[in-house]
Nanobody, 115 residues
Framework: VQLVESGGGLVQPGGSLRLSCATSGFSISSYVMRWYRQAPGKERELVATIFSYGGNTNYADSVKGRFTISRDNAKATVYLQMNSLKPEDTAVYYC?????????WGQGTQVTVSS
């Protein structure tokens, strides 16, 4: 099982990034997929969730209206489109998959928002 995040980097405030989480070794279509983030000195926090069938989504209040989570089951990939980025969005972003007793984490990708 692998979850590999990509798309992070340095961006100016107000800019955009799209994170990708490429998965392998399990059937993503059955899994709830989430993006978490962890800033230095802070606890890991849930950013966005996309459910398996139906594709309903949930967002943290801090990113609502700016971030969009999506999934492409055929490509076994989950995305996080991040717009209007703020310095407080700076963190390592992690992809997470969960189904019943199974759960998996990616290694994370750094997002830095700074001028």
């Amino acid at each position: 099982v692998q979850l590999v995040e990509s798309g992070g980097g340095l961006v100016q405030p107000g800019g955009s990034l799209r994170l990708s989480c490429a998965t392998s070794g399990f059937s993503i279509s059955s899994y709830v997929m989430r993006w978490y983030r962890q800033a230095p000195g802070k606890e890991r926090e849930l950013v966005a969730t996309i459910f398996s069938y139906g594709g309903n989504t949930n967002y943290a209040d801090s990113v609502k209206g700016r971030f969009t989570i999506s999934r492409d089951n055929a490509k076994a990939t989950v995305y996080l489109q991040m717009n209007s980025l703020k310095p407080e969005d700076t963190a390592v972003y992690y992809c997470y998959a969960a189904y019943r007793q199974y759960n998996y984490w990616g290694q994370g990708t750094q997002v830095t928002v700074s001028s």
